[in-house]
């Protein structure tokens, strides 16, 4: 084996910090949008079931409202649209 062998090799690597935070936003605001779903969907499950007083509804109710609000506002943001956080997982469908 000759010296040095074992290294790849030497090619400048093209880093666009523009497009390095563009996927950075998406894939944070994905994990985020599936969390604030899967919070939504408990906090309906838990409206139905009956065990939240009128007052605990109505603040999930803003609060679940607020976190939508800020979200389409970070999308805004990045230049991203709801779609754009809907990952493709191959066999497995769609996350979102």
Known sequence: M????????REKLNFNSEK???GLAKLVL???ELLR???ERQALRRVEGGSLSDQQIEDL??????LEEKMEEL???F??????L????????NLL
């Open 2 to 9: 000759a010296a040095g062998s074992n290294f790849l090799p």
């Open 20 to 22: 390095i935070e563009q």
């Open 30 to 32: 994905t994990v985020i």
């Open 37 to 39: 779903q899967l919070v």
């Open 61 to 66: 109710g803003v609060t679940l409202m607020q």
């Open 75 to 77: 999308k805004s943001a």
């Open 79 to 84: 230049n991203l649209e709801g779609e754009d």
């Open 86 to 93: 809907n990952i493709d997982l191959g066999p497995l469908g």
